[in-house]
């Protein structure tokens, strides 16, 4: 008994299936939302929260290009309107778009399984550790870029943030937390 083994062809189905209904549903514009104003205060905030959302959005397309490209179309403007630098800016969106293929469930660490003959699930485990470290790495130095440099990275101002009553702020929260298990 002869078998061949052969990489998954949904592969790219997969990865620009993903990347278009978080694009096209606005799912990917939503989380960015709040997760940039959870982040307000915070120096550097909307860098941060671009390094989650493409995190975020790493973890669940799985492939560097759609990550990355789906990130720009949605970041960038916003960066660049509100007067980031434009070098931090792209840093920031291809540094996290290329966790894509470290954190599970990653494209690459299926492939890399299929073609080694080791367990998926043994690789997606090794590999959380590792794409976490990099994250909280990533958003230490934003941090400390912002408060360094906070030309380079301006806090939203009061009339971008909007007013928030009493529990609204839970609620988005909450609407980020459906989002996700989407």
Known sequence: F???????????????????VYKRQGVAEDLLHITQILLRKVPGGLAMSVTVMGTILAAMTGIIGASVTMMTALALPTMLNQKYYPSLATGVICASGTLGILIPPSIMLIIIGDLLQVPVGTLFMAAWGPGLVLVVMYLTYIGFYAKINPDAAP????????????????????????????
Do not use: H, N, W
Not at 2 to 20: F, K, N
């Open 155 to 182: 806090k939203l101002s009061p009339d971008q943030m909007g007013t928030f009553e009493k529990g609204e702020l839970f609620k988005l929260v909450i609407r980020g937390l459906f989002l996700l298990s989407l």
């Open 2 to 20: 002869l078998m061949i083994r052969r990489p998954p062809r949904s592969t790219p189905l997969y990865s620009s299936a993903a990347s278009y």
